[in-house]
């Protein structure tokens, strides 16, 4: 079973800064397609950014500028560095990988459990 266990929540002020890890395993994480999923309390669960296996990436527009999505291969680690955050980033973040299972070589979409990030003073 894919694993995905983020790190790296907490309470923040606004204009702060906190960096958020995803450690997976039991996938073939160097063509994994990464991403990092939020949803606010009463919203519905939204893309933050994705990072390809070839390093491409895309932001949600309300981030661009201010979030940095990375990955290590070696590691296995996917990592979401916010910067200059504001209240309406307060919500929970979820890793997610579309990756090969490696032995079935099946294709699958999972996600951690998340991590809380709240932006208040």
């Known amino acids: 079973q894919v694993q995905l266990v983020e790190s790296g929540g907490g309470l923040v002020q606004p204009g702060g800064s906190l960096r958020l890890s995803c450690a997976a395993s039991?996938?073939?994480?160097?063509?994994?397609?990464m991403g990092w999923y939020r949803q606010a309390p009463g919203k519905e669960r939204e893309l933050v950014a994705t990072?390809?296996?070839?390093?491409?990436?895309n932001y949600t527009d309300s981030v661009k500028g201010r979030f940095t999505i990375s990955r290590d291969n070696a590691k296995n680690t996917v990592h979401l560095q916010m910067n200059t955050l504001k209240p309406e980033d307060t919500a929970v973040y979820y890793c997610?990988?579309?990756?090969?299972?490696?032995?079935?070589?099946?294709?699958?979409?999972?996600w951690g459990r998340g991590t809380r990030v709240t932006v208040s003073s």
């Open positions: 990072i390809t296996s070839g390093g491409s990436t």
């Open positions: 997610n990988a579309v990756a090969i299972v490696p032995v079935s070589m099946k294709m699958v979409t999972s």
């Open positions: 039991r996938i073939i994480f160097s063509i994994a397609t």
